[in-house]
């Protein structure tokens, strides 16, 4: 079954840097990857999708990542704010012409210190 | 266009008792997923519904754990004879019919929490 994995312990970061999160998935193909923003006591809202055919997706501060033969996704945030503290989820899509269902890794909580 | 809609947002039961959670989805949204999410840990997938269908329940326990989606109305999920273990969040996302990309769009959740 496929496993995915994000990085368990916090992450800090200083105002003003670059955040990089990572999310490594095995045993899998996902026609797309999503990422998820979720801060305490809320539901998760959706970031931004990228495609099993695209290297790499931007969205003002974010880009995503996707490189299918090292199974990973990269997630980052340009000039890092303390408002952009929260957890973030990686989601997998189906498979190509699979059933229309995304599994979600554990989440990267991120902390930026101003 | 009011998001996903969760109620109660706390629900306070004692074991034994029942416990049933309601969800709203966005309009003209037809999928609804239901997710467990405990302290410090990721979203568990419980089942996913369309009107009147359980696509896949695999994440669901067999025992005491429900849920509905019928053509009018909110979606249920409901748990019988409630136990300490079932204390947690449960969010409930839905998104757009049709094939292909599936955003999903989650509500606020409903914290249970069982005396």
């Known amino acids: 079954s496929q496993k995915i994995e994000q990085n368990s312990e916090a992450l800090n970061i200083q105002e003003g840097k670059t955040a990089t999160l990572t999310c490594n998935y095995t045993?899998?193909?996902?026609?797309?990857l999503q990422w998820y923003r979720q801060d305490p006591g809320r539901g998760p809202v959706f970031l931004l999708l990228?495609?099993?055919?695209?290297k790499e997706k931007r969205k003002e501060r974010l880009k995503v990542t996707f490189d299918t033969t090292l199974k990973q996704s990269l997630f980052h945030i340009t000039a890092s704010q303390p408002a952009d503290s929260a957890t973030y989820l990686c989601?997998?899509?189906?498979?190509?012409?699979?059933?229309?269902?995304?599994?979600f890794g554990t989440g990267t909580k991120l902390q930026v210190i101003p | 266009n009011a998001g996903v809609m969760q109620n109660p947002r706390h629900l306070v039961r004692r074991r034994g008792q029942e416990a049933r959670l309601r969800c709203s989805p966005m309009?003209?949204?037809?999928?609804v997923y239901w997710y467990r999410q405990l302290p410090e840990e990721g979203l568990k997938f419980m089942v996913y519904?369309?009107?009147?269908?359980?696509?896949?329940e695999s994440g669901m326990p067999k025992e005491r754990f429900s849920a509905e989606f019928p053509k009018e109305g909110p979606s249920i999920l409901r748990i019988q004879q409630v136990v300490r273990g079932d204390s947690a969040a449960y969010f409930c996302?839905?998104?757009?019919?049709?094939?292909?990309?599936?955003?999903?769009?989650f509500g606020p959740g409903t914290r249970l929490t069982v005396l």
């Open positions: 989601a997998l899509g189906p498979e190509t012409g699979g059933y229309q269902k995304v599994t």
């Open positions: 990228i495609r099993e055919n695209e």
């Open positions: 309009k003209g949204h037809s999928h």
């Open positions: 519904l369309q009107k009147e269908n359980i696509i896949d």
């Open positions: 996302a839905s998104s757009p019919p049709g094939q292909g990309i599936d955003t999903q769009y």
């Open positions: 045993n899998y193909s996902p026609a797309y």
